[in-house]
């Protein structure tokens, strides 16, 4: 079955250590996404990617970094930078057609990250 | 922000009633999207509607979009206690490269 898979589902940071979050898609999409969910609230943007090697800065990019080597994988790393990273992260695919995205966007199950 | 904001933050129904919930966007979108998120889970995509699209339908779900009020709702009927989770709708502008996700409707069917 195709879809997107989030690793760890929980994750604990000690103060001062960068951490990275996995994820990995088999349904060939070109986009890829971050989302921070803070407890009752909407998703917050944190990078997106439409292409191999291509990466943009979202609403709240700070303290985060990521890579987009391959197709299928978006790994996303919360570095120490980042002050208050204890929220649930989400990520998501979609394909791109032309230049709007009109379709829509399949989730992992998220990873939550604590602080120790 | 373009950011949405969904109506009302939380909705507690019993089992069989209607559940209607609203967003509201602040520019020009080329279509929106609803989602819904089962507690401790990813988004799962329910319906999107595009600009030039006035209603649409999907088994219980029905989406209506009012561009000229930048509004949507989402409306389900006969509900069901499986139904509980929380509801998000997503604005793509015409721009295209970004979906706005809204606060979020939490909802509660009580069987």
């Known amino acids: 079955d195709g879809g997107i898979t989030q690793s760890p589902k929980y994750l604990f940071r000690k103060e001062g250590q960068n951490v990275t979050l996995s994820c990995e898609q088999n349904?060939?999409?070109?986009?890829m996404y971050w989302y921070r969910q803070d407890p009752g609230q909407g998703l917050r943007l944190i990078y997106y990617?439409?292409?191999?090697?291509?990466?943009q800065k979202g609403d709240i990019a700070e303290g985060y970094s990521v890579s987009r080597e391959k197709k299928e994988s978006f790994p996303l790393t919360v570095t120490s930078a980042q002050k208050n990273p204890t929220a649930f992260y989400l990520c998501?695919?979609?394909?791109?057609?032309?230049?709007?995205?009109?379709?829509?966007?399949?989730f992992g199950d998220g990873t939550r990250l604590s602080i120790l | 922000s373009q950011q949405g904001e969904e109506d009302p933050q939380a909705l507690s129904i019993q089992e069989g009633e209607n559940a209607t919930m609203n967003c509201s966007y602040k520019?020009?979108?080329?279509?929106l999207q609803w989602y819904r998120q089962n507690s401790g889970r990813g988004l799962v995509h329910l319906i999107l509607?595009?600009?030039?699209?006035r209603e649409k339908h999907s088994g219980r779900l029905r989406v209506t979009l009012d561009t000229s009020k930048k509004s949507s709702s989402l409306l389900i009927t006969a509900s069901r206690a499986a139904d509980t989770a929380s509801y998000f709708c997503?604005?793509?502008?015409?721009?295209?490269?970004?979906?706005?996700f809204g606060t979020g409707t939490s909802l509660t069917v009580i069987p």
């Open positions: 998501a695919s979609s394909v791109v057609q032309g230049a709007v995205y009109n379709q829509p966007q399949h």
């Open positions: 990617s439409q292409i191999v090697n291509d990466f």
């Open positions: 997503a604005t793509v502008l015409h721009t295209g490269n970004q979906f706005y």
């Open positions: 349904l060939n999409h070109d986009a």
């Open positions: 509607i595009r600009s030039n699209e």
């Open positions: 520019t020009s979108i080329n279509n």
